[in-house]
């Protein structure tokens, strides 16, 4: 199992403010993942990394930047807050199960309202 | 493309009763996975269960175990002796290589 963290829990922001959602695991994990999620609906991959100096943007499209240069961190960054951007941001790191699948951990997930 | 469907926007058990949460899923696929996630209203994820493809077995961990019939694309998760803090949104995911494609979720209910 993972632990994994994020950083803040909750944010409230202006708009046209930068914002850097931080993501950190110290399971050593290859793999992780950014999801995107409104309040009761389904969760949208965003971003993912296979490794440091890897990253990927996902099946919804998103104005979020992220960098691995270290494998235990995988931060988001928002250059310039929209009222659009208010969701949850769910971090995840995954490790092998069962020898074929990933099983994704989840960290705590960021709250972010803009204003 | 994977599609997974979960049909029930909610439901609701009663303490100590058993409940099922159904969940298809639509792939071309031969080698896939498929997970539950618990989310309660505190926001975080939770793994509870998976289930490979070729696994004979259903998965079971504790009071959830995964009915999974492989030939009709289900796997509905089975909680027995609901407790009250099973109370939570529950989301079915399907992964065919190392993306998970979630459901809707289903929000579970537990009355007293």
């Known amino acids: 199992e993972a632990d994994i963290y994020q950083t803040p829990r909750y944010l409230v922001i202006g708009t046209g403010k930068k914002i850097t959602l931080e993501c950190s695991q110290t399971?050593?994990?290859?793999?992780m993942y950014w999801y995107q999620q409104d309040p009761g609906m389904e969760l949208h991959l965003i971003h993912y990394?296979?490794?440091?100096?890897?990253?990927e943007k996902g099946d919804l499209s998103s104005e979020s930047t992220v960098s691995r240069i270290r494998t235990e961190h995988f931060p988001l960054t928002l250059e310039s807050a929209r009222p659009s951007h208010t969701s949850q941001y769910l971090c995840?790191?995954?490790?092998?199960?069962?020898?074929?699948?990933?099983?994704?951990?989840f960290g705590p997930g960021t709250r972010l309202l803009v204003l | 493309a994977q599609k997974i469907t979960q049909t029930q926007p909610g439901m609701f058990v009663q303490e100590k009763e058993a409940v099922t949460l159904d969940c298809t899923y639509d792939?071309?696929?031969?080698?896939?996975?498929l997970f539950w996630y618990k989310q309660p209203s505190s926001g975080e994820m939770i793994f509870l269960i998976y289930?490979?493809?070729?696994?004979?077995q259903n998965a079971t961990e504790g009071r959830y175990s995964l009915n999974f019939q492989k030939a009709r694309k289900s796997a509905n998760l089975v909680i027995s002796a609901s407790q009250l803090g099973d109370s939570a949104m529950y989301f079915c995911?399907?992964?065919?290589?190392?993306?998970?494609?979630f459901g809707k979720g289903t929000k579970l209910s537990v009355i007293p």
């Open positions: 995840a790191s995954s490790e092998l199960t069962g020898g074929v699948q990933e099983t994704q951990y």
């Open positions: 399971m050593g994990h290859d793999k």
């Open positions: 990394s296979y490794g440091v100096n890897s990253t």
């Open positions: 792939t071309s696929d031969q080698s896939y996975g």
């Open positions: 289930q490979g493809s070729y696994d004979e």
């Open positions: 995911a399907f992964s065919g290589s190392y993306q998970l494609t």
